[in-house]
């Protein structure tokens, strides 16, 4: 981190708090505490780091074409935006419309305060009618602002008067987007294009929408809200690289290198390379300590199923920053897939304690009740956090599951269902729905949800033998062989338990040579890892048993098999000392195979 790009981090607390912009300016005040001290008193005592009040410079880069959009004249030649920095604008024109800004807002300086503190203390119409004649950038994104959070209140009001009410639209629909989106249509300043791309999102207009976004993070970097609503746009890790090279800033750019991360950890799909870049970004040149850095690295652990090291993250987070509430559901995820009820206990004691109405507390005290079997107040708990956010989405998939272990699988239907209408990229919510359907032996249904769930994560061995069971379930059992051997793809190679459940459906379809195949798979597995001869008795004989009844099998292998579990305590044993048996008639006509 050079000073430039320090300066605009600190100057990015004050503009995003400007214009209420709460989780952003949060976001930016956690990463400015983790800059060394040094550099932090060399940028107070440098007097050329003071003229970055309102918007920071634009980027060196190329603007980007953004060639899946449609091209706009805007795009083509670029936008002039006014309140630049003097280090890179130095055209008149815009020297001059940064002037007649900077006078503007000393002019409305009164207004715009009082505005501000009213957003503070979410007074939002106060903020609107005080911003009335306010022509200034700042006190028009307030104002437009202001007017969407007040229609969204009273959108989420009336949604609620209806709640459970058959026929209610699942998710809400603000009818005001469109007379918000006519206030920033034509608008060329960053924040401004900040609402229209988030306007533009909620109205579906994904595309727009993106191209909104990069314009906006090309005027102004360092807007996290911008950053953060660009990922939700995007639909998969494919459409994350191609859209890299579009972002107006380097791939080594931390914020590139954030982003990226946070949207993998979002996509479910994280992998070693984002790990790799954690560890970069908590290296001394950038945010080493950094609370909101480490748990992005904890959640990347998470995904990757590394639960050990991931536990061991979140610990020291908690360790420098005890009072952190964000992800700390992650962490309880973590605490009750390796079934750590002492730790998961005092976590929810302690965090009931300092803020019991977040929705991340509702959910780690959900998983508490949930690993100790009460599933009835584990929906209370994964309730009250869909009360508090309509939009969380764990929560909501988390009740899906209590409900699956209840037996209640159209309770679990529901739940599921309010999950995919918050994200529809969450391939969690779709194998709940799969579950839910096989449950109720709908194994039409189950199968369609577990192909969309395997669609987002398709190298996901679960997955893949959900989709085996319900083709087995409706009789296609050669789909079941194929979705079989695609799970084995991504499973450990001493996995034996999708090798002997291949090799039963190859039984089952007449076809010894590949069942064969995959039993002698499974006892040399065996072998390697030196496991007890009872895991692998059954796969023994039937190779033994094939390679005597063909012509030219390898009776030596036979009765090496044979031998071994007749000679071990293995409930197989009687039926080895049979086939023994029949192995020296078959000796005294056939001799063994030459080695």
């Known amino acids: 981190m050079d000073s430039r790009l320090v300066a605009e981090l600190r100057n990015s607390i004050k503009d995003c708090t400007d214009r209420g912009l709460a989780v952003a300016a949060k976001w930016s005040s956690e990463l400015y505490l983790s800059i060394p001290q040094h550099k932090r008193d060399a940028l107070v005592s440098d007097p050329r780091s003071t003229f970055l009040t309102s918007t920071p410079s634009r980027s060196h880069s190329p603007r980007p074409s953004l060639s899946f959009v449609v091209a706009s004249p805007t795009v083509a030649v670029g936008l002039a935006i006014p309140g630049i920095s003097r280090d890179y604008a130095t055209s008149p024109e815009q020297f001059a419309s940064q002037a007649r800004e900077t006078e503007l807002e000393q002019s409305e300086e ?39 959070l007040i229609s969204e209140k009273k959108t989420e009001r009336d949604w609620y008067k209806h709640y459970n009410i058959r026929g209610q639209p699942p998710i809400l629909s603000n009818r005001s987007l469109l007379d918000h989106l006519e206030l920033v249509n034509n608008a060329t300043d960053p924040w401004l294009l900040f609402l229209k791309s988030l306007f533009l999102s909620r109205l579906n207009r994904r595309e727009e929408a993106i191209e909104s976004i990069i314009l906006s993070i090309g005027g102004y970097t360092w807007n996290w809200s911008a950053w953060t609503l660009l990922g939700r746009c995007i639909g998969d890790a494919e459409e994350l690289s191609s859209l890299l090279p579009l972002l107006p800033l380097p791939p080594s750019h931390p914020l590139v290198q954030m982003f990226q991360i946070r949207t993998m950890n979002e996509l479910n799909s994280p992998t070693e390379n984002e790990l790799a870049i954690c560890d970069r970004l908590l290296g001394d040149d950038f945010f080493r300590g950094s609370a909101w850095v480490m748990s992005l690295r904890a959640c990347v652990l998470y995904h990757l199923h590394d639960f050990g090291q991931a536990e061991k993250q979140f ?77 969380y989405l764990s929560a909501w998939t988390l009740m899906g599951h209590e409900y699956v272990e209840m037996k209640n699988s159209h309770a679990a239907i529901e739940a599921y269902r309010r999950a995919v209408d918050v994200n529809r990229k969450d391939y969690r919510a779709w194998y709940g729905l799969g579950q839910a359907y096989e449950l109720l032996s709908m194994h039409q249904y189950a199968l369609h949800y577990y192909q969309r769930a395997t669609a987002l994560r398709p190298y996901d061995v679960r997955l893949w033998q959900a989709q085996a069971s319900c083709y087995e379930e409706i009789g296609r059992t050669g789909d079941a062989v194929e979705c079989l051997k695609r799970a084995l793809l991504g499973a450990d190679h001493h996995e034996i338990t999708i090798n002997l459940k291949l090799a039963k459906l190859h039984e089952e379809m007449e076809e010894s040579v590949e069942a064969v195949a995959y039993h002698r798979r499974v006892v040399e597995i065996c072998c390697i890892e030196e496991r007890p001869i009872q895991d692998y008795a059954k796969s023994s004989i039937y190779v033994a048993r094939h390679q005597m009844v063909t012509a030219g099998g390898d009776l030596s292998l036979a009765k090496e098999y044979l031998e071994r579990v007749a000679n071990s305590n293995a409930e197989e044993v009687t039926q080895a000392a049979d086939w023994l048996k029949k192995l020296k008639s078959v000796l005294l006509t056939r001799p063994p195979a030459s080695v």
């Open 315 to 391: 610990e020291k987070i908690l360790a420098i920053a005890p009072y952190r509430v964000d992800d700390i559901d992650i962490y309880s995820n973590i605490l009750y897939v390796t079934e750590n009820r002492l730790k998961l206990s005092q976590l929810a004691h302690e965090f009931l304690e300092l803020d019991k109405d977040r929705p991340e507390v509702c959910c780690l005290v959900g998983n508490h009740y949930s690993l100790r079997a009460e599933h009835e107040k584990a929906v209370k708990y994964f309730r009250r956090a869909t009360e508090l956010d309509r939009t």
């Open 110 to 148: 009164a207004s715009l305060l009082a505005a501000q503190s009213f957003v503070a203390s979410k007074e939002f119409g106060r903020a609107l009618h005080v911003l009335g004649n306010c022509q200034n950038l700042k006190a028009r994104f307030l104002s437009t602002y202001c007017q969407f």
